[in-house]
C-alpha cells in the first residue's frame, strides 16, 4: 500500500516537472499530472529503458536514473499530446 502511494506521488511531481517544462502546466490539475507523470513513466519504460538498462517508477526501482527515465517519458508524452492538439510540439 505504502508503494502504491509513493507511485502516486512521485506520479505527481515527475506530471508536474513535465508541464512546467512543457508549460502546459495552467492547463493540467493534480490529477492530470499524476496521469501524465505515469502513463509517462510507462511510455519512458518503453522507450528509453531498453537503450539505457535502467527501470522507471512503474516497475518499483525508486533511483534517480527511474526518475529521470519517468520523467523524459512525460516530457515526451506531453510533446505528443501538444503535436496532436496544437499541430507543434513547441
Known sequence: MINFIVW????GVIGW??????KTDGQQGMFLN???????AALG???ISPMVGVGTINQDVFSIG???V???GAVI???LVN???????R
Open 70 to 72: 519517468s520523467f523524459v
Open 8 to 11: 502516486l506521488i512521485l506520479g
Open 66 to 68: 527511474s526518475l529521470l
Open 77 to 79: 508524452l506531453l510533446a
Open 34 to 40: 499524476v496521469i501524465v507523470g505515469v502513463v509517462g
Open 45 to 47: 519504460g518503453w522507450l
Open 17 to 22: 516537472l513535465a508541464s512546467l517544462v512543457m
Open 83 to 89: 503535436l496532436f492538439r496544437r499541430g507543434t510540439a
